[in-house]
């Protein structure tokens, strides 16, 4: 496998709770992202955090990229019914020409 | 601005007979990246394309898989002789000329149902 692993696999919070989300990584990037996917449909673009970024933030949204560790984590505040859905990170290694995806974490907000 | 349009979003298939994906990507993006996704698990990667040129293939299956991305129309993956392993959700994105720091946007998915 090339990119990208989720940890956890599965989070259940209660409507309020920040949900956090980690990814690892395995060669040198030049950015990485994060997508949303809600059950049965496609994926969306929230986030994209370059390789001489440390943190990003966009709304309830913050990223964080740690490249010595080839790491990055997704914090979700404040999280609502309606954040539930499947997160994956992805990456764009600086020798590819693709995005890799992790497995994903899959995110239930209980009202 | 249409985002990335795929059609059919769900497509059922006996076994052995062919099936074709189409993907119009947004409206100056001019690469196609084709993924699939089975079910409960991430999204892999099976081909890259630019206008009339494959550039990174390395993910699909050497057989009964192939893809274009003609010069005029859609892209199109096209599986042949589809067995019931090949039932999954198919994924296209389209980006910019120029991948670096922008991102992909990913049309709704196909449905590739194999009874």
């Known amino acids: 496998s090339q990119q990208g692993e989720e940890d956890p696999q599965a989070l259940s919070i209660q409507e309020g709770e920040n949900a956090t989300m980690n990814c690892s990584y395995k060669?040198?990037?030049?950015?990485l992202q994060w997508y949303r996917q809600n059950s049965g449909r496609g994926l969306v673009h929230l986030i994209l955090?370059?390789?001489?970024?440390r943190e990003k933030h966009s709304g309830r949204l913050r990223v964080t990229l740690d490249t010595s560790k080839k790491s990055s984590s997704l914090l979700i505040t404040a999280s609502r019914a309606a954040d539930t859905a499947s997160y994956f990170c992805?990456?764009?290694?600086?020798?590819?020409?693709?995005?890799?995806f992790g497995t994903g974490t899959s995110l239930t907000v209980i009202p | 601005n249409a985002g990335v349009m795929q059609n059919p979003r769900h497509l059922v298939r006996r076994r052995g007979q062919e099936a074709r994906l189409r993907c119009s990507p947004m409206k100056g993006h001019s690469h196609v990246y084709w993924y699939r996704q089975l079910p409960e698990e991430g999204l892999k990667f099976m081909v890259y394309l630019q206008k009339e040129n494959i550039i990174d293939e390395s993910g699909m299956p050497k057989e009964r898989f192939s893809a274009e991305f003609p010069k005029e129309g859609p892209s199109i993956l096209r599986i042949q002789q589809v067995v019931r392993g090949d039932s999954a959700a198919y994924f296209c994105?389209?980006?910019?000329?120029?991948?670096?720091?922008?991102?992909?946007?990913f049309g709704q998915g196909t449905r590739l149902t194999v009874v």
């Open positions: 955090i370059r390789s001489n970024e």
């Open positions: 992805a990456t764009y290694p600086n020798t590819g020409n693709q995005f890799y």
């Open positions: 994105a389209s980006s910019p000329p120029h991948l670096l720091n922008t991102e992909a946007f």
């Open positions: 060669t040198s990037i030049n950015n």
